[in-house]
Every structure is written in structure tokens, then in C-alpha cells.
């Protein structure tokens, strides 16, 4: 038990060290102070992911540690980050000022965007960085895990998922600086939601497919059915990036066109009613959805429940998600949004909700 829990906090600490260490670039944020100067965000993120997983590998490579380590102590892994979350969500919130009630302010937070070290440790960053690396961790782990025990016959989708969430990951950090302009960084606080959340829900809840699948025997997948996976996971990601990407130009460029030929169209300046934004009012939405379902198909255990819970909880999450932030921005903007919705009255599903 104590090899997880050290294992664990391990990761912890070696995320922190190289994060504040390893040099990386210095950016404005959307988000700004109190006197109106954007905050300034130091992205490393891709770098430290790579330096921990890759070391992970080299050292399970060199026989210093076993392939499918977190698989081992994966209960315990769990339930020492179930504590740590805990104890970060009480230390985060309750010195902090009262926002709302307090169950409220436990679960949603209290402090917006909690920085140190002149903005060198940025909470939400860390958070993000830290769910990341643990998830890929698992991810390597409990595919390893399956691999030891059925060799040669080990399910190609296995490796396709392994694969996919890679680059989920990897293209997550690679354009860290555009989500600094998503919700999570705009909107959110950092409680018990956020950052339990980045410290149990993301590294384990994210890996119940591979999970729950680790030890069964490899399914037939035909080829066909991987390429078809593969297909949905990458239009789901088209969905997802372009449209967090078209916002992103939007907002620092707002008169250039995004990628080069979709030029902006705005109301009153502030809202986009083209490209992606013009097929529904949370277009990115429905892309992780499609990620989530590509996932789901990779493993190829269709009748297995296990799997089906991560786009699930997507569905859970960004539906709630889609009506406090129409809400929102109905507030923030006023007739401009009354307007943007009567032009794409499609919510995340364009045609359909």
C-alpha cells in the first residue's frame, strides 16, 4: 500500500518540480487583473508531460520499473488522490472568502484564478498538467498490463486507444495557450469540481475504458472497425479544435481570418456567427463527444457498460455546462445574444438540439 501512495505523490512532486523548472514561453491570458493587465501564463506543458512519461518508459525500458506499475496500485493510487483532492479542495476554499453558501462554495470554489510565484504556478494550469500526466501513466500502465497478459494476441484496439488519448493529450498541451480562452479558464472557480476533479476524476474516471477492458480477452475487430474509430475520434477532434481555434484567432486577431480563409463574422463585434460557430452555439461541444464515442470504439468490448461511461459523462457534463453558459452570456451580452441565437438556434447538435 505504501508503494502506491508513495508512487503517487512521486508523480506529484515531479510534475510540480520540472513545471516550475523547465523554461517555456510567457503569454498574455484572456483573463486580466485588478488594474486591467492581462495575466501572464508560463506554458511548459507539452515539455513536462513528455519528460515524465517519456521517463516512465525509458526506466520500465531499462527493467528500473514495471510496465504496468499503476495498473498494480491502481485502487491505491485512486484512493491517495480521493485524499489529496480533498484535502486541496478544503485548503483552496475555506481560507478564502465566502462567495456564495458554503456547500456551494466547496464544490464551485471561492477564488477564480489562485496564482503564486509571480504567476510562474498558475492553480488551473497545474491542475490540467498534473490530471494529464497521470492519466497518460495509467493509460501506458493498464495497457501494458494487457499486453503481459495475452502477448502476441493482445488486442490491436488497445494500442489504437492508447494511441488516440495520446494524442488527445499531447494536442491538449501542444495549444495550451488557447485554453486560456475556454471556460474552464474564464468562467470557473477552483473548488472541489475543478480540482478533485484534475486530481481523481481526470487521471482514473478518463481511463475506465481501458479499465474495464484490461483484462478481457482481446475481442475480433475487424479492420474496418479500427478505421472507423480512428474516423469518428478525428471528426469529433476537427469539431473540437477548429472550433476552439476559431475563437481563439477571433479573440487575439479579431480581424483575420481563422486559418487563413474564414474571415470573421461578428455581431456587434463580439460574437461569431460563422464557420464552426455558425453550426451551433457550442459546436465544440458535440467534438468531444465524438472524441469520447471514437474511444469507445477503439476497445471494440461494444456490450461492455464499462467504456460507455466516459461519453456519458460528457453528456452529463456539457449539457448542464451548454445552459449556465448560454445563461451567461444571455446576461454578458444582452440583445447581441438574443440575436446570435435566433441566427443558430442550435444549441451543441446542429439541426437536432
Known amino acids: 500500500m505504501l508503494t502506491g501512495v508513495l508512487v503517487l505523490l512521486g508523480v506529484y512532486a515531479l510534475v510540480l518540480g520540472l513545471h516550475l523548472v523547465v523554461p517555456g514561453r510567457w503569454v498574455d491570458g484572456y483573463l486580466r487583473d485588478a488594474e486591467g493587465r492581462p495575466y501572464r501564463y508560463h506554458l511548459n506543458g507539452l515539455r513536462v508531460f513528455v519528460l515524465v512519461v517519456g521517463g516512465y518508459a525509458l526506466a520500465c525500458q531499462a527493467g528500473l520499473l514495471p510496465w504496468d506499475l499503476f495498473w498494480q496500485h491502481r485502487w491505491v493510487t485512486l484512493g491517495t488522490a480521493f485524499v489529496v483532492g480533498l484535502l486541496f479542495t478544503g485548503w483552496i476554499v475555506l481560507g478564502a472568502a465566502p462567495v456564495r453558501g458554503l456547500l456551494a462554495d466547496l464544490y464551485l470554489g471561492r477564488i477564480a484564478d489562485p496564482r503564486w510565484l509571480g504567476g510562474r504556478l498558475d492553480a488551473k494550469m497545474f491542475l490540467y498538467l498534473v490530471g494529464a500526466t497521470m492519466l497518460a501513466l495509467n493509460l501506458v500502465s493498464f495497457t501494458a498490463h494487457h499486453v503481459a497478459l495475452y ?199 446542429p439541426w437536432i438540439y
Not at 175 to 187: G, I, K, M, Q, S
Not at 190 to 203: D, E, H, M, Q, S
Not at 261 to 267: G, S, T
Not at 320 to 343: F, N, S, V
Open 151 to 349: 502477448g502476441a494476441q493482445a488486442s490491436p484496439g488497445m494500442f489504437l486507444h492508447l494511441a488516440l488519448f495520446g494524442f488527445f493529450l499531447m494536442e491538449y498541451l501542444w495549444f495550451e495557450e488557447v485554453h486560456l480562452y475556454t471556460y474552464d479558464f474564464v468562467a470557473e472557480r477552483v473548488g472541489f469540481k475543478l480540482g478533485w476533479g484534475c486530481l481523481v476524476f481526470y487521471p482514473f474516471f478518463y481511463a475506465v475504458g481501458a479499465w474495464s477492458v484490461a483484462e478481457l480477452p482481446p475481442p475480433s475487430q475487424p479492420t474496418w472497425a479500427l478505421v472507423l474509430a480512428g474516423l469518428v475520434f478525428v471528426s469529433g477532434w476537427v469539431l473540437a479544435r477548429g472550433a476552439n481555434m476559431q475563437k481563439f484567432y477571433f479573440k487575439t486577431r479579431p480581424t483575420a481570418p481563422a486559418f487563413g480563409w474564414i474571415q470573421p463574422e461578428a455581431l456587434g463585434g463580439r460574437i461569431l456567427v460563422n464557420g464552426w460557430w455558425g453550426l451551433s452555439r457550442h459546436i465544440n461541444y458535440l467534438g468531444e463527444l465524438g472524441m469520447a464515442t471514437g474511444l469507445v470504439l477503439s476497445l471494440g468490448h461494444l456490450a461492455e457498460p464499462g467504456p460507455w461511461l466516459y461519453p456519458l459523462y460528457y453528456v452529463a457534463l456539457l449539457v448542464p455546462r451548454q445552459l449556465a453558459d448560454d445563461r451567461r452570456c444571455a446576461e454578458k451580452y444582452g440583445a447581441l445574444w438574443a440575436d446570435y441565437t435566433r441566427r443558430v438556434p442550435s444549441r451543441i447538435i
